[in-house]
T-cell receptor
Framework: EAQVTQNPRYLITVTGKKLTVTCSQNMNHEYMSWYRQDPGLGLRQIYYSMNVEVTDKGDVPEGYKVSRKEKRNFPLILESPSPNQTSLYFC??????????????FGDGTRLSIL | AQSVTQLDSHVSVSEGTPVLLRCNYSSSYSPSLFWYVQHPNKGLQLLLK??????LVKGINGFEAEFKKSETSFHLTKPSAHMSDAAEYFC????????????FGGGTRVLVKP
């Protein structure tokens, strides 16, 4: 089954404790992206990747890191989480290095609470 | 810069009545447009997409949307709402000529009353 898998689905942690949210897709998609969802703001892009070893900042990259060492995986790293990063996070992927008109396939989300 | 405005943050309809979700966009380029639905505790699922073919686009679950360039709108409709349509809906614009950046509207939450 074609899917985007995120882990963990839920995490409560404390300020400053490094964490990683993993994302894996099994569709051989070139393009992957991370978003955060906050009430009334829709989804805002954090980082995206057009292919292996190619990553770029989205609209709200501050406080986040990503890596793309393999095509299927695109982890999101919070080196020193802060309460304003409490949010619902989504990973997505789509076909093609730039995506064109292709829709994105989304994971089920990761709800992070930073105390 | 591109932007997307969903004109209603909440819409309440009775089961069996029509649904209209309004979306306006601004873009200097020819856009691709999408509607996604998000059910509670789930990711976003694609309902339909417009990519410069027919202006009336049919999607899953009986939804359709019409692209009107003169009005810069891409409103989503369904003739008869079902209880399972209760969810949040997002209008999304993608500009291939601008690095394929995705811009999301703020979302419209749909409540369906029995």
């Amino acid at each position: 089954e074609a899917q985007v898998t995120q882990n963990p689905r839920y995490l409560i942690t404390v300020t400053g404790k490094k964490l990683t949210v993993t994302c894996s897709q099994n569709m051989n998609h070139e393009y992957m992206s991370w978003y955060r969802q906050d009430p009334g703001l829709g989804l805002r892009q954090i980082y995206y990747s057009m292919n292996v070893e190619v990553t770029d900042k989205g609209d709200v990259p501050e406080g986040y890191k990503v890596s793309r060492k393999e095509k299927r995986n695109f982890p999101l790293i919070l080196e020193s989480p802060s309460p304003n990063q409490t949010s619902l996070y989504f990973c997505a992927s789509s076909l093609g290095a730039t995506g064109g008109g292709q829709p994105q396939h989304f994971g089920d989300g990761t709800r992070l609470s930073i105390l | 810069a591109q932007s997307v405005t969903q004109l209603d943050s909440h819409v309440s309809v009775s089961e069996g009545t029509p649904v209209l979700l309004r979306c306006n966009y601004s873009s200097s380029y020819s856009p691709s447009l999408f509607w996604y639905v998000q059910h509670p505790n789930k990711g976003l699922q694609l309902l339909l997409k417009y990519t410069s073919a027919a202006t009336l686009v049919k999607g899953i679950n009986g939804f359709e949307a019409e692209f009107k360039k003169s009005e810069t709108s891409f409103h989503l409709t369904k003739p008869s709402a079902h209880m399972s349509d209760a969810a949040e809906y997002f209008c999304v614009v993608r500009i291939p000529a601008a690095g394929n950046k995705l811009t999301f509207g703020g979302g419209t939450r749909v409540l369906v009353k029995p």
